[in-house]
């Protein structure tokens, strides 16, 4: 069983049942702390919609908490909903994060990385 992520009825993620569950409420927990919601809707036939403009915006928003941030364990459990939300940020056909630091570009090159391992 999957959960599968979709903007528009056009498919992004189709992970795991337990793996969307997990993404999509750490993604709102975040969504929260950042102060955005996250543009993940999720609906009763057990897909979640992913609205694009909201999403960026949410995403935008954790890049920049986490940038700022300076509370080791805190990074490390945004790592993770980060990385995932840039691979859908990309497959939503998002505006990439603009040009920033090596640290970015780190976490962009970690990110692709991830993205083969995430079926749509």
């Known amino acids: 069983m999957s959960y599968p992520f979709q903007t528009a009825q056009t498919p992004v ?15 709102r927990s ?20 992913l609205d694009p403009a909201t999403f960026a915006t949410f995403v935008d ?25 840039l691979v859908l940020l990309q497959r ?7 040009p920033g630091s090596a640290a970015l570009d780190a976490l962009l090159a970690e990110a692709a990385a991830l993205e083969p391992t995430m079926p749509s």
């Open 13 to 27: 993620w189709d992970p795991a049942l337990r793996v969307g569950q997990v993404y999509l409420g750490q993604a």
């Open 30 to 49: 975040v969504a929260e702390v950042v102060g955005a919601p996250s543009g993940l809707t999720p609906l009763r036939n057990g897909s979640c919609d």
């Open 92 to 98: 939503a056909g998002g505006p990439p994060p603009p």
């Open 61 to 85: 928003r954790l890049l920049r908490f986490y940038n700022e941030g300076r509370h080791p364990t805190l990074a490390q459990l945004l790592r993770g909903v980060l990385l995932v939300s």
